[in-house]
T-cell receptor, first 114, second 114 residues
Framework: ETGVTQSPTHLIKTRGQQVTLRCSSQ?????VSWYQQALGQGPQFIFQYYREEENGRGNFPPRFSGLQFPNYSSELNVNALELDDSALYLC?????????????FGPGTRLTVL | SQQGEEDPQALSIQEGENATMNCSYK?????LQWYRQNSGRGLVHLIL?????REKHSGRLRVTLDTSKKSSSLLITASRAADTASYFC??????????????FGKGTKLSVKP
């Protein structure tokens, strides 16, 4: 198991609501990436945080936003939830400044939007 | 959008047999990584091969990379029932910042029967 933790494990929300997902990175890692994985699909890159700054973003609308804290943990916020936001949300931590190397994934948060 | 396409989408073999999964990708990459996912949980990193490498081994895993064909293969030898999982290839792609991001394919679902 990696040292990456995510909370909560499962979450049920209704359309239009807002949600915050949390991720604690592995000790010594300063970079957190977030991915969305719809059922039967591969993970899709949402964005990445490196030393508290957004450091790259995938093709997701602005209602997906994030934060990284001084201890390198991170939050993913999604506003105005839509049914299609139902997915497994994965965070991954890695060491920055070394190019794209191995990422260590947490167990994920399963979000269901009704 | 997905970077890679794994082939086959599903594979069913008997314990002890070898399993081969293929991956094709679209754009330039720094490296190609393979991950395993059990039942919609977090991803586990298996192996990373850099763009200047052609073959890499790790235990029962053998990965090849052909950058001219933009393809990779993962071979699992002497498979076990515990190898049953979904396997994803992911291209490590650079973007503007110091970190790149992983671009995943849709995965191959491997079932190993005892």
């Amino acid at each position: 198991e990696t040292g990456v933790t995510q909370s909560p494990t499962h979450l049920i929300k209704t359309r239009g609501q807002q949600v915050t997902l949390r991720c604690s990175s592995q000790s010594g890692h300063n970079t957190v990436s977030w991915y969305q994985q719809a059922l039967g699909q591969g993970p899709q890159f949402i964005f990445q945080y490196y030393r508290e700054e957004e450091n790259g973003r995938g093709n997701f609308p602005p209602r997906f936003s994030g934060l990284q804290f001084p201890n390198y943990s991170s939050e993913l916020n999604v506003n105005a939830l839509e049914l299609d936001d139902s997915a497994l949300y994965l965070c991954a931590s890695s060491m920055g400044g070394q190019g794209i190397d191995t990422q260590y994934f947490g167990p994920g948060t399963r979000l269901t939007v009704l | 959008s997905q970077q890679g396409e794994e082939d086959p989408q599903a594979l069913s073999i008997q314990e002890g047999e070898n399993a081969t999964m293929n991956c094709s990708y679209k754009t330039s990459i720094n490296n190609l990584q393979w991950y395993r996912q059990n039942s919609g949980r977090g991803l586990v990193h298996l192996i990373l091969i850099r763009s200047n490498e052609r073959e890499k081994h790790s235990g029962r895993l053998r990965v090849t990379l052909d950058t001219s064909k933009k393809s990779s293969s993962l071979l699992i030898t002497a498979s076990r029932a515990a190898d049953t999982a979904s396997y994803f290839c992911a291209g490590g792609a650079p973007h503007g910042g110091s970190q790149g991001n992983l671009i995943f394919g849709k995965g191959t679902k491997l079932s190993v029967k005892p």
